[in-house]
């Protein structure tokens, strides 16, 4: 057996087993910015946020309780579901920095994303981007020159939700050319666009794939703020008065709540424009976040709930790396169903692949496998591991345990995480032979990916 087969990589053509008579599912990939795992009511009981539309979203199909992004910050995040590489093949390997790094080549120009394989699908789809790019805006790497025909959006990691500046500089675009909308909430801004998208397709009855990376509910950077914004946390006046806060709520824990409520409005928007037009029986529709809410000790900024999880966001502990997740798509995916299976973000590329019908390419190693099985015919996890390495955290998941160290020259600590989701009890002490099981795979894993880019 192959290290390739053993670690679980996947480069190999899409099986195209899906029944397309009624011509090729449309795909809505949505995804959120640092949402903490446990800030919807969905996925804990004990959270205040009022998030209507995305519970209604998890009845609808299956709540995903073990569900990985393949990396705890948002621009490697982003690349490893639109490339369905690690970031140790795609060589983007931390979060872009300032407008330098924002408005560069960021990832490299040769790597083919999702929507460059969707337009080669035998019935090409059309491809719409609504939101946070963050992964480079020089010429040749944003949204439009990268397989999305339409873009309306802000290439950096954060933004002022109604003003549109990443620091001092304008940061919303149609295409490549600045959009100036200044004054109007993003979230609806990229609502909006979404919307638009779907209904113009769906009446044109062409096949749509329609990505919204919300940036939401990120808080804008400091440099974002202006002297008349004393408070952080951005709503629309009516989100804040819909939750019973006053606009001039002063606590950044409530304003964060008017942030995500907000956001569910929007997604409800979105969501309810497929019921409008006929589209949601033959649509496939993913929420994720790209990360876990950060917990950094920042005070007034570090607000995002990750319980039952440990630590947050830019770490390798569960709550940097396990993020809340829905799939919806009517006829195929159990209503109401709750799937614990541990699979990532790397796979939706194989979903969309299995979806369209594309191909996906032999010569390139790819990390993700097709999760459709999983998601309608409760099949087991289509991965033996999961790897994950950032700046100096690392960790690996096979089967319920996973081993994690915040340093390479700490020892590795090993945990039960199905059951122990805090990641509160070392068991290494105890299984010494699972430690090694999993470490061996890590170094497989390490040195494989180092030499098959």
Not at 71 to 76: A, E, F, G, Q, R
Not at 182 to 208: H, L, V
Not at 375 to 394: I, V
Request: glycine share 8%.
């Amino acid at each position: 057996m192959t290290l390739a087969l053993v670690l679980g990589f996947a480069s190999v053509a899409a099986a195209g087993t899906i029944n397309q008579a009624a011509g090729p599912p449309n795909i809505l990939l949505i995804t959120c910015d640092n949402l903490g795992y446990g800030d919807l009511p969905c996925f804990n009981a004990n959270s205040n946020v009022r998030s209507p539309n995305l519970d209604r979203l998890a009845a609808s199909g299956a709540k995903l309780t073990s569900f990985y992004t393949a990396s705890p910050t948002c621009s490697v995040s982003r690349t490893c579901l639109l490339t369905g590489r690690i970031p140790q093949r795609h060589g983007l390997l931390d979060q872009l920095p300032g407008v330098k790094g924002n408005y560069g080549v960021g990832l490299e120009q040769s790597e083919k994303l999702l929507p460059q394989y969707l337009k080669d699908a035998p019935t090409p789809y059309v491809t719409g981007c609504f939101g946070k790019w963050n992964i480079g805006f020089a010429k040749g790497s944003r949204p439009t020159e990268r397989g999305f025909d339409e873009f309306i959006g802000h290439a950096s990691g954060n933004m002022d939700y109604f003003h549109h500046n990443y620091r001092e500089r304008h940061d919303l675009y149609q295409g490549t050319e600045e959009l100036h909308r200044d004054g109007e909430y993003s979230t609806t801004i990229f609502a909006d666009a979404a919307i638009d998208f779907i209904q113009q397709n769906g009446a044109a009855k062409r096949p749509w794939f329609c990505y919204v990376p919300f940036n939401a509910p990120h808080f804008p950077t400091a440099g974002n703020k202006r002297p008349d914004q004393p408070n952080i946390w951005q709503a629309p006046d009516d989100a804040f008065r819909a939750i019973g806060l006053s606009p001039d709520e002063s606590d950044p824990r409530l304003r964060y709540e008017a942030v995500v409520f907000a956001l569910d409005q929007a997604i409800g928007r979105i969501l309810k424009s497929l019921e409008d037009t006929s589209q949601t029986a033959n649509t496939f529709v993913f929420f994720m976040s790209d990360n876990g809410a950060f917990r950094l000790g920042r005070k007034g900024l570090d607000v995002g709930i990750n319980d039952p999880l440990r630590s947050g966001g830019v770490t390798c502990w569960e709550g940097g790396l396990r993020v809340a997740a829905i799939a919806s798509w009517p006829n195929h995916i159990k209503p109401g169903s709750v799937i614990d299976e541990p699979f990532w973000s790397p796979d939706l590329l194989f979903a969309c692949a299995e979806l369209s019908g594309a191909t996906l390419p032999t010569t390139t190693s790819l990390d993700g496998k097709n999760p459709l099985p999983l998601l309608t015919e409760g099949a087991k996890s289509p991965h033996e591991s999961l790897f994950f390495e950032y700046r100096d955290h690392a960790a690996l998941r096979k089967g319920d345990w996973k081993i994690v160290r915040e340093d390479p020259m700490q020892p590795w600590q090993l945990f039960q995480v199905k059951t122990d989701k805090q990641e509160s009890e070392n068991l290494a002490a105890v299984y010494p032979e699972k430690v090694q099981d999993l470490a061996t795979t890590f170094l497989q894993w390490q040195a494989e990916s180092a030499s098959n880019k």
